[in-house]
């Protein structure tokens, strides 16, 4: 750190308040907008224009739509993170709580499965080597440990991942026209019979 009379160069200044308004009105303007139109037809100028501020303080912000994004995303993973652990710390039963992730993922994706696969596509969020999705796949493996689980539990570990990636959902529902129920269903029928054996 260097002093140049008495300011203090090197020090990161405090995050201003009206900064983090910005921050969380720009958030929720695109959560808006997004959940209306859709991802792809939401311009980074209309976001602006719908929050009441300048391009310039969005891109303060967000560089581009993707960045936008992944911060949406960051929240939601997060209150997912903290779900599980609550269930997986109330629930003594591993079946009940594998089924529950199973569920509560396919939710999750549905909610953000646009932003998903516009994250995949852009190549700055690969769907299955991300830490922050990478965590399901480990949830599922330590879950069918406390089932022995028998059989090959990392494989049924990894086929189960692959289920819930939000491109496998997206052309579950985009191109066959499922439910987000069949998929659920479709997925604790597979994971029981997989159980049997």
Request: include cysteine; aromatic fraction near 8%; charge should be negative.
């Amino acid at each position: 750190m260097m002093m140049n009379d008495n300011l203090i160069v090197g020090e990161t200044q405090p995050t201003r308040a009206d900064a983090v308004k910005n921050r969380l009105l720009l958030l929720e303007t695109a959560r808006q907008l997004f959940a209306a139109h859709g991802v792809e037809a939401v311009s980074m100028s209309a976001i602006a224009e719908a929050a009441g501020v300048g391009k310039g303080t969005l891109y303060r912000h967000f560089e581009n739509k993707t960045e936008l994004c992944q911060a949406l995303l960051d929240h939601d993973q997060r209150q997912l993170q903290e779900a599980t652990l609550r269930q997986l710390r109330d629930e003594p039963d591993p079946l009940k709580n594998l089924r529950w992730f199973v569920r509560t993922v396919v939710e999750f994706v549905g909610r953000n499965g646009e932003m998903l696969c516009a994250g995949a596509r852009s190549g700055m969020l690969p769907p299955l080597e991300h830490p922050a999705h990478y965590w399901w796949r480990q949830t599922i493996r330590g879950l069918l440990e406390q089932l022995q689980a028998p059989g090959d539990r990392d494989y049924v570990a990894d086929m189960l991942y692959v289920m819930l990636d939000a491109r496998t959902i997206a052309y579950q529902q985009h191109i066959l026209g499922y439910s987000q129920e069949r998929i659920i269903e479709g997925l604790t029928a597979l994971l029981d019979r997989l159980l049997a054996y």
